[in-house]
């Protein structure tokens, strides 16, 4: 970074193990990070001392996005943070979800409106709000899904609040522009997050027949396609996406039989 002030970039969705990497590689760039989390709190706790030993500043913030008020206190929390002239915002990573489920035949009206809630209306919000305390040159960078691109009846109302949220990319991008601003989303596909299904063999067979490369992604690679997208490296790129799923999106898979994920799952669906 060449700015004099210290940028400052909001991630949603710190504890994951796609967040965590996020946040030590924009770390390691020279980004302090304001981190919000839902759970894990001792993953949280080693995290910041990851992100100080890199020369980085972390202030952390449990909150869960299911309640709209959340969104409010994380922008009153980073507008106390940019009080100091030395702070600038400079990214937002919207990269919390709820994952797995519900199915088309399972959904009810408040497992619907949780998915939105967290997927689609938390970062809607919370784009609207802290771009407004941006800088011009800022960045946003949302997560979408592969899984909003091939047919997912058993991960419906996930999949559909990937697709509006990368509708929300596309329109906010002229908007967002007039303030300097870009805005992008990017695609992983099945990604070792370190969850106990990835050691199944079956359902990682499973998971590598989507992608026509081959194999899972590893947190890191996302966590370089978020990097540049922040920084000033795709600062001709905005309102679109950067599909790093190892072509999972094209639809192709070499296995035919469907594996359901979320009765799979022993672990809370957690973000």
């Known amino acids: 970074m060449t700015d004099e002030a210290r940028p400052l970039v909001v991630l949603t969705g710190a504890s994951g193990g796609i967040g965590r990497s ?15 989390f839902h759970s894990r709190e001792p993953q949280i706790r080693n995290l910041r001392s990851e992100i100080l030993s890199l020369g980085a500043r972390c202030d952390t913030f449990k909150c869960d996005l299911i309640q709209s008020s959340s969104v409010r206190d994380i922008v009153t929390r980073v507008s106390y943070l940019l009080e100091d002239p030395q702070v600038q915002l400079r ?15 399972t959904a009810t009206e408040k497992s619907f409106d949780n998915y939105v809630a967290v997927n689609v209306r938390a970062p809607f919000f919370l784009t609207q709000q802290l771009a407004r305390l941006m800088a011009p040159g800022s960045s946003v960078v949302n997560f979408s899904s592969a899984g909003a691109h091939f047919s997912s009846p058993g ?9 509006a949220l990368e509708s929300m990319t596309f329109h906010a991008a002229e908007a967002l522009a007039r303030k300097g601003i870009r805005v992008n989303a990017v695609i992983p596909g099945f990604t070792d997050n370190g969850h106990e299904l990835f ?10 027949s989507h992608a026509v490369l081959g194999d899972v992604s590893s947190p890191e690679t996302v966590a370089e396609a978020v990097l540049f997208l922040i920084s000033q490296r795709s600062s001709r790129t905005t309102g679109t996406t950067l599909d790093v799923s190892g072509g999972s999106t094209l639809g192709y898979r070499h296995a035919k039989e469907r594996i359901s994920l979320r009765q799979k799952s022993h672990v809370d669906r957690q973000y």
């Open 91 to 105: 990214g937002l990573v919207n990269c919390a979800a709820l994952l797995l489920g519900p199915s088309f035949e």
């Open 22 to 36: 996020v946040a030590l590689r924009l770390a390691s760039e020279g980004y302090d990070l304001f981190c919000a």
């Open 199 to 208: 050691s199944d063999p079956v359902v990682r067979k499973h998971m590598e």
């Open 155 to 163: 991960d419906i109302v996930y999949s559909m609040s990937k697709a």
